[in-house]
């Protein structure tokens, strides 16, 4: 298998929502996924963009997706990077398309002298959490991720008492 992983450009937006389109049905989240290929355009490739994305082709077929941004820890004293999403099309599962990514991003890391390379997994994505531990990446269990969005994180913007389900 030949794979590459190049640089993600604007006439990419239109695969890489397809690829966010396809992870969020996957990840049973579907309704949740409310951004527009402009959208994507416009957050990847705009002026204000933060991310950063790679497209992965496995022999010249777009098997895959990633989407990165640094961070940064105090801790460390050094930036992180961070992993927001990393798709590989059903098919081409199994083909080494998603270590490669993974490779990639671990050598752009180290290339950054990024203290950390982190991301997320759904704890019912066992198959996925398997992939992670078989490349030696280790969970994090004692951190609880919270999250502020939508309505709540404009109520709580604009000092108005949040309301709690």
Same mark, same amino acid.
């Given at each position: 298998?030949?794979?590459?992983?190049?640089?993600?450009?604007?006439?990419?937006?239109?695969?890489?929502?397809?690829?966010?389109?396809?992870?969020?049905?996957?990840?049973?989240?579907?309704?949740?996924?409310?951004?527009?290929?402009?959208d994507?355009? /416009?957050?990847?490739?705009?002026? &204000?963009?933060? #991310? $950063?994305?790679?497209?992965? *082709?496995?022999? %010249?077929?777009?098997?895959?997706?990633?989407?990165?941004?640094?961070?940064?820890?105090?801790?460390?004293?050094?930036?992180?990077?961070?992993?927001?999403?990393?798709?590989?099309?059903?098919?081409?599962?199994?083909?080494? /398309?998603?270590?490669a990514?993974l &490779?990639?991003? #671990? $050598?752009?890391?180290?290339? *950054?002298?990024? %203290?950390?390379?982190?991301?997320?997994?759904?704890?019912?994505?066992?198959?996925?959490?398997?992939?992670?531990?078989?490349?030696?990446?280790?969970?994090?269990?004692?951190?609880?991720?919270?999250?502020?969005?939508?309505?709540?994180?404009?109520?709580?913007?604009?000092?108005?008492?949040?309301?709690?389900?």
């Open positions: 298998m030949n794979i590459r992983i190049t640089a993600a450009r604007p006439q990419d937006s239109a695969d890489i929502h397809r690829f966010i389109t396809e992870l969020a049905i996957y990840e049973r989240a579907e309704r949740e996924m409310v951004a527009s290929v402009a994507i355009e /416009a957050s990847l490739f705009g002026p &204000k963009a933060k #991310a $950063q994305a790679l497209m992965c *082709h496995v022999d %010249g077929v777009l098997a895959g997706f990633a989407v990165y941004f640094f961070s940064y820890s105090t801790w460390l004293g050094k930036n992180g990077l961070y992993l927001e999403d990393l798709y590989i099309t059903p098919e081409m599962r199994g083909a080494g /398309a998603g270590k990514l &490779k990639y991003l #671990a $050598q752009l890391a180290c290339e *950054h002298d990024c %203290g950390r390379f982190e991301w997320s997994v759904l704890d019912w994505n066992q198959p996925a959490i398997d992939f992670y531990q078989s490349i030696g990446a280790k969970p994090q269990a004692e951190w609880i991720r919270y999250r502020l969005a939508g309505d709540d994180l404009r109520r709580f913007a604009h000092g108005e008492e949040t309301i709690t389900a």
